[in-house]
Protein backbone atom coordinates (compact mmCIF):
# COMPACT_ATOMS: atom_id res chain seq x y z
CA UNK A 1 0.00 0.00 0.00
CA UNK A 2 1.14 3.58 -0.89
CA UNK A 3 2.27 5.81 2.33
CA UNK A 4 -0.32 7.86 2.12
CA UNK A 5 -3.10 5.38 1.76
CA UNK A 6 -1.73 3.56 4.98
CA UNK A 7 -1.41 7.20 6.59
CA UNK A 8 -5.01 8.13 6.42
CA UNK A 9 -5.82 4.21 7.19
CA UNK A 10 -3.99 4.37 10.25
CA UNK A 11 -5.51 7.24 10.54
CA UNK A 12 -9.31 6.78 9.96
CA UNK A 13 -9.16 4.05 12.02
CA UNK A 14 -8.37 6.15 15.09
CA UNK A 15 -10.88 8.98 14.39
CA UNK A 16 -7.59 10.99 13.66
CA UNK A 17 -7.08 13.69 11.25
CA UNK A 18 -3.49 14.92 9.49
CA UNK A 19 -1.49 17.95 9.48
CA UNK A 20 0.18 18.34 6.07
CA UNK A 21 2.95 21.50 6.10
CA UNK A 22 4.32 23.08 3.03
CA UNK A 23 7.41 23.73 2.79
CA UNK A 24 9.62 25.08 -0.06
CA UNK A 25 12.25 22.69 -1.36
CA UNK A 26 16.01 24.87 -0.65
CA UNK A 27 14.53 27.62 1.60
CA UNK A 28 16.71 28.07 3.07
CA UNK A 29 18.60 25.77 1.68
CA UNK A 30 18.46 22.15 -0.02
CA UNK A 31 20.33 20.55 3.68
CA UNK A 32 18.01 22.39 5.37
CA UNK A 33 14.80 21.34 4.41
CA UNK A 34 16.03 17.89 4.73
CA UNK A 35 16.33 18.94 8.50
CA UNK A 36 13.01 20.77 7.88
CA UNK A 37 11.45 17.55 7.07
CA UNK A 38 12.59 15.76 10.20
CA UNK A 39 11.36 18.39 12.43
CA UNK A 40 8.04 18.78 10.92
CA UNK A 41 7.79 14.83 11.74
CA UNK A 42 8.73 15.30 15.10
CA UNK A 43 6.59 18.09 15.83
CA UNK A 44 3.23 15.80 14.67
CA UNK A 45 2.98 16.62 10.87
CA UNK A 46 1.92 13.31 9.24
CA UNK A 47 2.77 14.06 5.89
CA UNK A 48 4.82 16.94 4.06
CA UNK A 49 4.01 18.73 0.37
CA UNK A 50 7.19 19.65 -0.83
CA UNK A 51 7.20 22.71 -3.32
CA UNK A 52 9.82 22.48 -6.25
CA UNK A 53 10.64 26.19 -7.21
CA UNK A 54 9.73 27.18 -10.24
CA UNK A 55 10.05 31.00 -11.60
CA UNK A 56 5.93 31.32 -12.45
CA UNK A 57 5.19 29.83 -10.19
CA UNK A 58 1.12 28.53 -10.20
CA UNK A 59 -1.36 30.00 -7.65
CA UNK A 60 0.74 31.06 -5.00
CA UNK A 61 0.85 34.32 -3.66
CA UNK A 62 3.28 36.45 -2.45
CA UNK A 63 5.11 34.48 0.60
CA UNK A 64 5.55 31.56 -1.42
CA UNK A 65 6.73 32.66 -4.73
CA UNK A 66 9.46 34.82 -2.63
CA UNK A 67 10.47 31.36 -1.29
CA UNK A 68 10.63 29.62 -4.39
CA UNK A 69 13.02 32.73 -5.70
CA UNK A 70 14.97 32.45 -2.87
CA UNK A 71 15.37 28.80 -3.34
CA UNK A 72 15.93 29.64 -7.08
CA UNK A 73 18.72 31.60 -6.18
CA UNK A 74 20.41 29.09 -4.44
CA UNK A 75 21.10 27.33 -7.31
CA UNK A 76 18.41 24.77 -6.37
CA UNK A 77 17.49 22.25 -9.06
CA UNK A 78 15.51 18.95 -9.32
CA UNK A 79 17.93 16.91 -8.92
CA UNK A 80 19.28 18.36 -5.89
CA UNK A 81 16.14 17.88 -4.43
CA UNK A 82 15.60 13.81 -5.26
CA UNK A 83 18.94 13.45 -3.70
CA UNK A 84 17.65 15.37 -0.55
CA UNK A 85 15.28 13.20 0.15
CA UNK A 86 17.06 10.29 -0.83
CA UNK A 87 19.40 10.90 1.57
CA UNK A 88 16.72 11.54 4.55
CA UNK A 89 14.19 8.81 3.51
CA UNK A 90 15.36 6.30 5.62
CA UNK A 91 14.71 8.55 8.86
CA UNK A 92 11.00 9.50 7.95
CA UNK A 93 7.42 7.76 8.53
CA UNK A 94 5.88 10.86 7.20
CA UNK A 95 4.48 11.14 3.38
CA UNK A 96 6.09 12.82 1.25
CA UNK A 97 4.15 14.44 -2.16
CA UNK A 98 5.62 16.78 -4.48
CA UNK A 99 4.08 19.84 -5.35
CA UNK A 100 5.35 20.48 -8.49
CA UNK A 101 4.74 22.25 -11.94
CA UNK A 102 4.18 20.16 -14.66
CA UNK A 103 6.20 22.44 -17.09
CA UNK A 104 9.23 20.55 -15.13
CA UNK A 105 7.86 16.98 -15.50
CA UNK A 106 7.18 17.57 -19.43
CA UNK A 107 10.82 19.36 -19.37
CA UNK A 108 12.26 16.14 -17.59
CA UNK A 109 10.45 13.92 -19.19
CA UNK A 110 6.71 12.40 -17.32
CA UNK A 111 8.43 8.92 -16.86
CA UNK A 112 11.80 9.83 -16.12
CA UNK A 113 10.14 12.59 -13.37
CA UNK A 114 7.89 10.25 -11.85
CA UNK A 115 10.50 6.81 -11.53
CA UNK A 116 13.23 9.09 -10.16
CA UNK A 117 11.10 10.76 -7.64
CA UNK A 118 10.08 7.00 -6.72
CA UNK A 119 13.30 6.58 -6.44
CA UNK A 120 14.04 9.52 -3.88
CA UNK A 121 11.19 8.44 -2.22
CA UNK A 122 8.46 10.44 -2.85
CA UNK A 123 5.10 8.98 -2.30
CA UNK A 124 3.29 11.01 -4.76
CA UNK A 125 2.69 14.44 -6.66
CA UNK A 126 0.48 17.68 -7.17
CA UNK A 127 0.82 18.73 -10.34
CA UNK A 128 -1.70 22.21 -9.87
CA UNK A 129 -1.01 23.09 -13.40
CA UNK A 130 -2.16 19.88 -15.14
CA UNK A 131 -6.03 19.77 -16.40
CA UNK A 132 -8.27 17.02 -15.80
CA UNK A 133 -8.79 16.32 -19.99
CA UNK A 134 -4.83 16.77 -20.00
CA UNK A 135 -4.03 14.31 -16.78
CA UNK A 136 -4.57 10.53 -18.14
CA UNK A 137 -0.98 10.04 -18.90
CA UNK A 138 0.22 11.56 -16.00
CA UNK A 139 -2.40 9.48 -13.47
CA UNK A 140 -1.40 5.88 -15.24
CA UNK A 141 2.40 6.78 -14.98
CA UNK A 142 1.56 7.51 -11.26
CA UNK A 143 -0.47 4.52 -10.90
CA UNK A 144 1.90 1.79 -12.42
CA UNK A 145 4.93 3.35 -10.09
CA UNK A 146 2.43 2.94 -7.07
CA UNK A 147 2.23 6.61 -6.39
CA UNK A 148 -0.60 8.73 -6.10
CA UNK A 149 -1.74 11.72 -7.59
CA UNK A 150 -3.84 14.43 -6.59
CA UNK A 151 -5.62 17.14 -8.46
CA UNK A 152 -7.24 20.35 -7.06
CA UNK A 153 -10.84 21.50 -6.75
CA UNK A 154 -11.29 24.79 -6.71
CA UNK A 155 -14.45 26.97 -4.98
CA UNK A 156 -15.18 27.79 -8.92
CA UNK A 157 -14.98 24.65 -9.83
CA UNK A 158 -18.96 23.36 -10.70
CA UNK A 159 -20.26 20.27 -9.12
CA UNK A 160 -20.05 18.00 -11.77
CA UNK A 161 -16.42 18.49 -13.01
CA UNK A 162 -15.55 18.95 -9.23
CA UNK A 163 -17.21 15.04 -8.99
CA UNK A 164 -14.55 13.73 -12.13
CA UNK A 165 -12.02 15.70 -10.50
CA UNK A 166 -12.47 13.60 -7.35
CA UNK A 167 -12.59 10.13 -9.06
CA UNK A 168 -9.63 10.92 -11.25
CA UNK A 169 -7.45 11.42 -8.04
CA UNK A 170 -5.58 8.73 -5.88
CA UNK A 171 -4.50 9.20 -2.37
CA UNK A 172 -6.50 12.16 -1.25
CA UNK A 173 -8.60 15.18 -2.77
CA UNK A 174 -7.00 18.72 -2.81
CA UNK A 175 -9.74 21.31 -2.16
CA UNK A 176 -8.43 25.22 -2.49
CA UNK A 177 -10.74 26.76 0.31
CA UNK A 178 -10.84 30.26 -1.09
CA UNK A 179 -10.59 31.95 -5.19
CA UNK A 180 -7.33 33.51 -5.41
CA UNK A 181 -3.94 32.64 -4.41
CA UNK A 182 -2.14 31.11 -1.56
CA UNK A 183 -1.91 33.29 1.78
CA UNK A 184 -2.92 33.66 5.19
CA UNK A 185 -6.73 34.74 6.56
CA UNK A 186 -8.54 35.32 9.12
CA UNK A 187 -11.45 33.23 8.50
CA UNK A 188 -12.33 30.41 6.06
CA UNK A 189 -15.29 30.42 4.02
CA UNK A 190 -18.69 30.14 5.24
CA UNK A 191 -19.25 27.67 1.93
CA UNK A 192 -17.01 25.56 2.99
CA UNK A 193 -18.56 22.70 4.47
CA UNK A 194 -21.46 22.02 1.84
CA UNK A 195 -18.47 21.81 -0.96
CA UNK A 196 -16.78 18.89 1.27
CA UNK A 197 -20.32 17.39 1.95
CA UNK A 198 -21.05 17.09 -1.32
CA UNK A 199 -17.57 15.41 -2.31
CA UNK A 200 -17.66 13.65 0.11
CA UNK A 201 -21.41 11.82 -1.55
CA UNK A 202 -19.47 10.80 -4.88
CA UNK A 203 -15.49 9.74 -3.18
CA UNK A 204 -14.62 7.56 -0.26
CA UNK A 205 -11.09 9.24 -0.63
CA UNK A 206 -9.31 11.46 2.23
CA UNK A 207 -10.37 15.31 1.46
CA UNK A 208 -7.70 17.93 2.43
CA UNK A 209 -8.08 21.49 2.45
CA UNK A 210 -5.69 24.39 2.27
CA UNK A 211 -5.04 27.77 1.46
CA UNK A 212 -6.04 30.44 4.23
CA UNK A 213 -5.22 27.95 7.00
CA UNK A 214 -2.58 29.73 9.38
CA UNK A 215 -3.27 28.93 13.36
CA UNK A 216 -4.74 25.98 15.27
CA UNK A 217 -8.11 26.85 15.68
CA UNK A 218 -8.72 27.48 11.72
CA UNK A 219 -6.87 23.56 11.80
CA UNK A 220 -9.45 22.40 13.76
CA UNK A 221 -12.47 24.25 11.81
CA UNK A 222 -10.98 22.48 8.59
CA UNK A 223 -10.40 19.39 10.55
CA UNK A 224 -13.73 18.90 11.64
CA UNK A 225 -15.20 18.69 7.78
CA UNK A 226 -11.88 17.48 6.06
CA UNK A 227 -9.34 14.77 7.06
CA UNK A 228 -6.49 16.87 6.72
CA UNK A 229 -5.13 20.78 7.02
CA UNK A 230 -2.45 22.05 4.70
CA UNK A 231 -0.80 24.94 6.25
CA UNK A 232 1.88 26.41 3.16
CA UNK A 233 2.26 30.55 3.91
CA UNK A 234 1.89 30.56 7.59
CA UNK A 235 4.66 28.30 7.27
CA UNK A 236 7.05 29.95 4.56
CA UNK A 237 6.51 33.45 6.18
CA UNK A 238 7.89 32.59 9.24
CA UNK A 239 10.88 30.50 7.46
CA UNK A 240 11.45 34.12 5.70
CA UNK A 241 11.39 35.83 9.09
CA UNK A 242 14.02 34.05 10.44
CA UNK A 243 16.03 32.29 7.66
CA UNK A 244 19.04 35.26 8.31
CA UNK A 245 19.68 33.88 11.97
CA UNK A 246 20.81 30.69 10.46
CA UNK A 247 19.23 27.10 9.74
CA UNK A 248 19.42 26.22 13.11
CA UNK A 249 16.96 28.89 14.29
CA UNK A 250 15.18 28.35 10.97
CA UNK A 251 14.90 24.25 11.34
CA UNK A 252 13.45 25.33 15.05
CA UNK A 253 10.96 27.78 14.12
CA UNK A 254 9.40 25.38 11.51
CA UNK A 255 9.47 22.35 14.78
CA UNK A 256 7.91 25.36 16.96
CA UNK A 257 5.16 26.71 14.44
CA UNK A 258 4.23 22.64 13.86
CA UNK A 259 3.57 21.79 17.29
CA UNK A 260 1.43 25.31 17.81
CA UNK A 261 -0.69 23.61 15.20
CA UNK A 262 -1.27 20.10 15.93
CA UNK A 263 -3.71 21.10 18.75
CA UNK A 264 -6.13 22.03 16.42
CA UNK A 265 -5.97 18.24 15.25
CA UNK A 266 -8.01 17.15 18.14
CA UNK A 267 -11.48 18.59 19.00
CA UNK A 268 -11.61 22.21 21.17
Given at each position: ??????????????????????????????EATGRM?????????????LGIPFSD?????????????????????VGDIFEMVSSVRASLSIGLVAMVSF???HRIGLTKFIGDAK???????????????????????AAKAGLILSMLVAPTTPDDRAEQIAKACTGFVYVV???????????????LTGRLTRLRGVTDLPITVG???????QVREVVSVADAAIVGSGMMRRVAQVRSEGEDQTVKMVAD???DLVPGLSPA
Open positions: MNRIDQIFKDLRADSGKALMPYITAGDPSVLGAIQEAGASICEPVADGPVIEASMTHALSQGVTSIVDAGFDGFIFPDLALEESEAAREASRAGITGESSELPAEFGISNAQYTR
